[in-house]
């Protein structure tokens, strides 16, 4: 069974720090690219950020760019999500998210998400 | 950034009924779209993947359509588990965007 567990959500004031992460089981992590997807409470979903499977490569949407940092720990089967200068529109539940898989560099087409975290809250305010 | 609208908001029906949700793309995508359905308090689920493709497990009653810049998600008989919202989402360019989302209700 694929699980993925997000951990490291909580109160933080505008301006703080936190990281999440997302440990992964059931699946061969190292041959996924991984994201994160947040949604603001009552609105829809927003993808944020990829990481590639050996985490040389990432990718941000524009509302994060500069202030969140996503990495991988494959040794660890885990996934993270560094959050800085956070804002009250940062508040929102963040999900991990497996993205297409690759193997020797040969990547497949299925750059959407096929397997889902239950979600951390995190929660912006003073 | 692609825009995709998705119609309605809101979709009112009744158990049985046949259903119909429509995305719009601002520009071409191709058929890189995914559907997904996302009950009240839990994670959404992938329904549907290059536009028409279901997912493994996924019951036979959602239908995918549609290519360039038009997709639609067909329930063909609502079920009671089907009332939830309905995403869904391009992967043709970065950022990758959503819809809105359609939230299913019993009418």
């Known amino acids: 069974e694929v699980r993925l567990v997000e951990s490291g959500g909580d109160l933080v004031q505008p301006g703080g720090s936190l990281r999440l992460s997302c440990a992964v089981s059931?699946?061969?992590?190292?041959?996924?690219?991984m994201n994160w997807v947040r949604q603001a409470p009552g609105k829809g979903l927003e993808w944020i950020s990829n990481?590639?499977?050996?985490?040389?490569?990432?990718r941000y949407a524009e509302a994060v760019k500069g202030r969140f940092i996503i990495s991988r720990d494959n040794a660890k089967n885990s996934l993270y999500l560094q959050m800085n200068s956070l804002r009250v529109e940062d508040t929102a539940i963040y999900y991990c998210?497996?993205?297409?898989?690759?193997?020797?560099?040969?990547?497949?087409?299925?750059?959407?998400?096929?397997?889902w975290g239950q979600g951390t809250l995190v929660t912006v305010s003073s | 950034d692609i825009q995709i609208t998705q119609s309605p908001s809101i979709l009112s029906a009744n158990i049985g009924d046949k259903v119909t949700i429509t995305c719009r793309a601002s520009q071409s995508i191709r058929s890189w779209l995914a559907w997904y359905q996302q009950a009240p308090g839990k994670a959404p689920h992938l329904l549907i993947y290059k536009a028409s493709a279901l997912e493994s497990e996924v019951p036979s009653r959602f239908t995918g359509s549609g290519s360039g810049t038009e997709f639609t998600l067909t329930i063909s008989s609502l079920q009671p588990d089907d009332f939830a919202t309905y995403y869904c989402q391009q992967y043709s360019t970065y950022p990758w965007t959503f819809g809105q989302g359609t939230k299913v209700e019993i009418k």
């Open positions: 990481i590639s499977t050996s985490g040389i490569r990432t």
């Open positions: 059931g699946l061969i992590f190292r041959s996924y690219e």
């Open positions: 998210a497996s993205g297409r898989s690759c193997i020797n560099d040969l990547c497949d087409d299925d750059m959407f998400f096929r397997r």
